[in-house]
């Protein structure tokens, strides 16, 4: 999605620990995405060689990397979709108690040469992410005074926002708190301490999957919406 908010966040973040800091394009067909989004958001991107893996390119926007880009097979039947990394001091652990509170271990920690360590994980409903640990040069996503093109929020939807808030709470020590969206009184916020970070809120449509959403920073609305069309 795209918003014209300023980030939610309410102070600084006193460390990068438990926040999104990181996001992904998988992609069915990278070269359209990168051509498409670009277009869109202005954003740059350099090739990095992931060898067996192939291309990764990593974006930026408004100075600061963000995400990257990387290539899926279209034959596995997944569309493309963006993937956010949670920061955590010790992605095995994390890894190991999801299972425990009845989440799913899709892909086990592997290492990034020169970034860290992650895993790819699945909620109790569904809605997949990835934990990471990382190491210290590491580049990570803006939390505060994000540029435009950059990502701004993250939104998890579910049919059972109990169960789905219950389990980030357990695996990451994620609080909630009443809802600060006008006009929406079920909304809830995932926080730590005085820090927001991302929302909570029940699908609308019966039967729509459980599903992170990644809204983008942009200067207009309007604009970007005619340029989507």
Known sequence: MVATLESPSTTAPTTEKNRFVWYDLMSTDRG??????????????????????????VLEAGGASFGGVMSMDP???????????????????VAARAP????????????????????????????????LTTLPQTK???????????????ELTTDDTEKSGAFYEQLLGWERKASWVEGMPDYTI???????????WKSEQEGMPSAWTFYFNIEDIDVTAAKIA
Request: hydrophobic share 40%.
């Open 32 to 57: 359209t995405s990168l051509a498409f989004f670009k277009s869109l958001f202005g954003w740059t991107s350099v090739d990095h060689d992931m060898g067996d893996m192939g291309s990764y390119s």
């Open 75 to 93: 034959s596995a039947g997944h569309p493309s979709h963006f993937i956010g990394y949670i920061c955590t001091d010790d992605v095995d652990a």
């Open 100 to 131: 425990e509170l009845g989440g799913n271990v899709l892909y086990p920690p592997m290492d990034i040469p020169d970034v860290g360590r992650f895993a790819v994980l699945q909620d109790p409903m569904g809605a997949h992410f990835s934990a």
């Open 140 to 154: 990570l996503a803006p939390a505060t005074d994000v540029p435009y093109g950059c990502v701004t929020w993250s």
């Open 190 to 200: 995932f926080t730590q301490g005085e820090t927001m970070l991302g929302g909570l």
